[in-house]
């Protein structure tokens, strides 16, 4: 998902380095001499797994000046004081590209860490662990890649490439067996169409209808063992709606296909992760 050149990725980062620096860092350009070389590492303060090294290159590069030599790999579960990257170069570059390149890696590795927590709890269920469009703005493509580098995948990308009929849609529209005819009838026939649901007598509609996934939303553990019955092989079962790490493999019994846990992105904890000169 994310490859180099990235224009995108490329604008966003100027944007973010406008924001920081704005006309000139006035405490590193009046305390380092324009030609001062230093070395330094980026190093893990505690255990996660890690996703935004290409990016953290990505600033350097940007800002010219720095050599980045990767000592880990996206994906890669790592322990507190291991090195992740080196950097060597013009000192004040390193200065200033400091706080940003550490603020997409942390965020990331922090997406990354929580997904591969909430897979392990799901080990051994055929079930994939998938993300939401609950992002931070402009952040979508960034904070997807993570959830793959921790072991998940990805749901819709944007409203674009998908069809998710949801409670709103099924309010305007009427009903969930309308709402999936209308679908089925306007999107080609490649396109999947998912309905979340949220009473059994809604899933009856939804199978009559033809849909392809059926997301029970908020449901109990016994409502969803129950769904994941009458359902069957009829369509793809997804499960969302509260979903943590502390009870993704209770939910993982209940023999969903799916869970989708927004949790993964809209209020991760970033990972500890620094910056040092030596």
């Given at each position: 998902?994310?490859?180099?050149?990235?224009?995108?990725?490329?604008?966003?980062?100027?944007?973010?380095?406008?924001?920081?620096?704005?006309?000139?860092?006035?405490?590193?350009?009046?305390?380092?001499?324009?030609?001062?070389?230093?070395k330094g590492k980026i190093w893990a303060k505690e255990n996660g797994v890690i996703a935004g090294l290409p990016?953290?290159?990505?600033?350097?590069?940007?800002?010219g000046g720095v050599r980045t030599t990767p000592k880990k790999e996206d994906g890669e579960l790592?322990?507190?004081g291991e090195t992740l990257l080196t950097?060597?170069?013009?000192?004040?570059?390193?200065?200033?590209?400091?706080?940003?390149?550490?603020?997409?890696?942390q965020r990331l590795s922090g997406i990354a860490t929580q997904t591969a927590r909430v897979v392990e709890k799901t080990a051994g269920y055929n079930i994939r662990v998938v993300d939401t469009r609950k992002t931070t703005p402009l952040w979508r493509t960034l904070e997807k890649y993570a959830v793959i580098q921790g072991g998940g995948h990805n749901?819709?990308?944007?409203?674009?490439?998908?069809?998710?009929?949801?409670?709103?849609?099924?309010?305007?529209?009427?009903?969930?067996?309308?709402a999936v005819?209308?679908?089925?009838?306007?999107?080609?026939?490649?396109?999947?169409?998912?309905?979340?649901?949220?009473?059994?007598?809604?899933?009856?509609?939804?199978?009559?209808?033809?849909?392809?996934?059926?997301?029970?939303?908020?449901?109990?553990?016994?409502e969803?063992?129950?769904?994941?019955?009458?359902?069957?092989k009829k369509a793809i079962v997804e499960a969302s709606g509260n979903i943590t790490v502390?009870?993704?493999?209770?939910?993982?019994?209940?023999?969903?296909?799916?869970?989708?846990?927004?949790?993964?992105t809209h209020s991760v904890r970033a990972l500890d992760i620094s910056l040092d000169l030596f």
């Open positions: 998902m994310l490859i180099f050149p990235n224009p995108t990725l490329d604008r966003q980062i100027e944007m973010a380095l406008a924001e920081d620096i704005g006309p000139g860092d006035i405490t590193t350009d009046n305390l380092i001499p324009v030609e001062t070389q230093s990016v953290v290159e990505r600033v350097y590069e940007m800002l790592v322990d507190r950097l060597e170069g013009n000192t004040r570059s390193i200065l200033k590209g400091e706080r940003l390149a550490l603020n997409f890696l749901h819709r990308l944007g409203l674009y490439d998908s069809v998710l009929i949801k409670d709103n849609h099924i309010e305007a529209v009427g009903s969930v067996k309308e005819k209308r679908a089925k009838e306007k999107v080609g026939h490649t396109v999947k169409v998912e309905v979340e649901v949220k009473k059994r007598a809604q899933i009856d509609e939804a199978l009559e209808a033809g849909a392809d996934i059926i997301l029970l939303d908020n449901m109990s553990l016994e969803m063992s129950d769904a994941v019955k009458k359902i069957g502390d009870n993704a493999n209770e939910i993982a019994k209940t023999g969903v296909d799916v869970i989708s846990l927004g949790a993964l």
